[in-house]
Structure formats: structure tokens, C-alpha cells
């Protein structure tokens, strides 16, 4: 069911995140426009949707929805012009860069009027710098999607208002979405910011000869009854795109301190092509995958993953970027998991968590940042 002020939508790019996010909108019932300046990438884009759908639907993502006619619904545009007409409602997913980024939606504010919203779906850029580029009446949000999940970011920019959040909050719970509104603007959101820990945590476990990937990936399945383990996880994003977000940090970024520990490791896979799922083989190799794993460590190991992703909800608590219940949320929708990390804080108890992680703080693992907040909270 529509919302109230937005029937129509154009997204802007028809990559991944562009099919993702329009196939679930034209699902719910929205008009719904693509524009991309590939004829390539625009003629790929219904048998995209088609393998994604199929891809969610191993979950039920969609389930009971008619996808076939939701993906035949979507009109292509390669005219920036034809996309934009009529739209009440603009997401873009272009590549993450910047200034293109700013030289787009300068050039959608000469086209539209003041009423349409315009949206960006990045996951590392500033939204701050974006909406400064734009003008001050220009309705912009970012509007974050993540792939396979009900969870989406509201963040607002620099100017804007109530009623455009309150607009971005009707549309998506008319999406069947969760609607997560950031109090400020924090790199990777509050559930990228916990999953980072999770699969640093668990790298960082492996580096130090701790437990084994299958020994991890087993325990945390366990922990949780997941489909896939922090290493499957990062198979499935595709290994040489996890080593390309580890190379590009730069002196802001979290986790800066063992980035070269980090991309040694992932490099050893990389180089001999070893990406992940797309290949066949990554940390596990899909064609004779034989996963062998001890479960007398689970306890010692399920603690050991738990570390990071408390301390990440812990700081986002600390830093007021969206109330306590809603970080466990987050975390829940999003993972689609039964248990958020201020339950995983509950069982394991603050003594038990609190040594635990200052065994972490002893490798320098943890940044003075970070520790200085964990520890002030929780001893609050």
C-alpha cells in the first residue's frame, strides 16, 4: 500500500542495490522508474531482478508476492528526464564517489520541483557533505537499504525537515520495512557498524591463531541457529570486495590499527582468485566443502564474537545515535536473527563481558576510543 504523498518512484543506477530497492517498492504496489546510463546494465536489469528474487525467496523474502508481474511493472529510462517525470520520490545508488554524487543531484534539482524528496543509498559517504552541495529547499535524505532485509536508515542531511522524515517513515513501513532514524550521522549506520566488528572480530580471531574459520563459522550458527557464519558471510560478499573496504580506510575509520593484519590475510585468498561464493571457493571451497570443526570450544568462541558486536552497540549507545532498544532492533531485523548484542550483554553478565573484552584491550585490538566508552557506560 502506498503512502500518502509518494505513488511515484525513480531510482537512480540499476545495479545491485538499484534492482534490490525498486523490486521492493514496485512489489508494494509503487509506480516505479529505473534510470541508468547503461543500455547494458538496463537490458540485464528484469533477468537481475529475476535471479535476486529467486536468491531472497530461498528465505521468503517475498513470499505470496507476485514477483514476475512487480519486476514487468518497472520501466526502464536511459533519459534522466523521462525517469523523473511524475516522481515523487528519487533513491539513488550510484557508484560511492563524492562528487558525482553532488553533480548528479545538482543536476536532478534543475529538473524537478521543490516537493520531490531525493534520496541517496550510501553506505560510506558523508550525508552531511552531500546535502551541503545542495540547495537549502531541496528535500534530501539518506534513505540506506541493505540487501535481503527489512531493516532501512533515515539519516538527515544539513536542511532537512520533519515532514520529509515523517514522509520517509510512512514509505517505508508501507514497504513492510523497519524504519531505524539515526539521531546524527554515524559511519556505517548502527548495523554495518556491529556486522564490522562481527567479521573483524572474527578475522582478527583467525590471525591470531586463536580458533580455526570452521570452528568460528560452527559457533556462531550455533550461537544464533544462522544460515551462515561471519566467513561465510564475507564468501558470500565476495572476498576481494571485503579486501577493497579494508584497503580504502583511511585515518577516519574504525578498526584502522590492524588494517594491514587484515588485508595480509584476505590477500592470501585473493591472490590465488579465491573471492568467495562466485568462484567456488574462498575461505571454503563450495565444490568439496568438508566442514570439520571441534564443538567443545563453542562456549570460549561464542564469547570471543560477542566481544566486538557489544562493543559496537555499546559505543553507538554511548554516542546517542539511536536509543538502546532500537540498536538490539536493528540488529535483529536486520540479521533476521532472535537475539540483539544488549541480549548476548544480558546473558553473558557485564563481569564476565567486561574481562573478556580486556583481554581484547591487552593485544591492542581495541582502540583507547572505544574502551574509554565501553568501560564509562557499562560501569555506569
Same mark, same amino acid.
Given at each position: ?34 534510470? %541508468? #546510463?547503461?543500455? +547494458?546494465? =538496463?537490458?540485464?536489469? !528484469? ?8 536468491? &531472497? $525467496? ?103 525537515? %520533519? #515532514?520529509?522524515? +515523517?514522509? =520517509?517513515?510512512?514509505? !517505508? ?8 532514524? &539515526? $539521531? ?103 565444490? %568439496?566443502?568438508?566442514? +570439520? ?88
Amino acid at each position: 500500500m502506498s503512502s500518502n504523498n509518494i505513488k511515484n518512484i525513480c531510482f537512480i543506477g540499476a545495479g545491485t542495490m538499484g534492482c534490490f530497492n525498486s523490486l521492493v517498492a514496485s512489489v508494494a504496489g509503487y509506480e516505479c522508474k529505473i534510470f %541508468d #546510463q547503461s543500455e +547494458n546494465v =538496463l537490458n540485464e536489469r !528484469i533477468n537481475n531482478q529475476t535471479l535476486l528474487a529467486q536468491y &531472497l $525467496n530461498q528465505s521468503n523474502f517475498f513470499e505470496g508476492k507476485d514477483i514476475s508481474s512487480a519486476i514487468s511493472r518497472i520501466k526502464n529510462c536511459n533519459n534522466i528526464n523521462d525517469a523523473l517525470e511524475k516522481a515523487d520520490l528519487v533513491s539513488e545508488s550510484i557508484p560511492e564517489n563524492l562528487n558525482l554524487k553532488i553533480k548528479l543531484f545538482n543536476e536532478i534539482e534543475s529538473i524537478v520541483n521543490k516537493n520531490i524528496i531525493l534520496t541517496t543509498n550510501t553506505s560510506s559517504l558523508s550525508i552531511k557533505k552531500i546535502s551541503e552541495g545542495l540547495h537549502p529547499d531541496t528535500k534530501f535524505a539518506a534513505l540506506h537499504s541493505y540487501l535481503g532485509s527489512k531493516l532501512m536508515d533515515v539519516v538527515r542531511g544539513t536542511y532537512t525537515s %520533519d #515532514q520529509t522524515i +515523517n514522509s =520517509l517513515v510512512d514509505y !517505508i513501513k508501507s514497504v513492510d520495512s523497519y524504519p531505524l532514524i &539515526l $539521531n546524527k550521522e554515524h559511519q556505517g549506520y548502527v548495523l554495518n557498524f556491529m556486522l564490522s566488528g562481527l567479521l573483524t572480530q572474527s578475522l582478527l580471531m583467525v590471525i591470531e591463531n586463536k580458533h580455526t574459520i570452521q570452528d568460528i563459522d560452527a559457533a556462531w550458527k550455533d550461537l544464533n541457529s544462522s544460515q551462515f557464519g561471519p566467513f561465510g558471510m564475507m564468501d558470500m560478499f565476495g572476498l576481494d570486495v571485503v579486501r577493497q573496504a579494508w584497503q580504502e580506510k583511511d585515518s577516519d575509520s574504525f578498526h584502522l590499527m590492524y588494517k594491514d593484519k587484515i588485508v595480509d590475510l584476505l590477500s592470501q585468498y585473493t591472490d590465488k582468485n579465491y573471492l568467495g561464493l562466485k568462484t567456488f571457493r574462498g575461505f571454503y571451497n563450495y565444490k %568439496d566443502i568438508d566442514i +570439520n570443526y571441534k564443538k567443545d570450544n563453542f562456549a570460549e568462541i561464542q564469547k570471543d564474537l560477542c566481544v566486538s558486536i557489544i562493543e559496537a552497540a555499546v559505543v553507538l549507545h554511548s554516542r546517542k545515535i539511536v536509543h538502546k532498544d532500537e540498536i538490539n532492533k536493528a540488529w535483529i531485523v536486520g540479521t533476521n536473527l532472535s537475539k540483539g548484542p544488549f541480549d548476548f550483554l544480558s546473558n553473558m553478565g557485564i563481569t564476565s563481558y567486561l574481562k573478556n573484552y580486556e583481554e581484547w584491550v591487552a593485544r591492542d585490538y581495541i582502540s583507547p576510543e572505544f574502551h574509554s566508552l565501553v568501560r564509562t557506560c557499562l560501569s555506569d
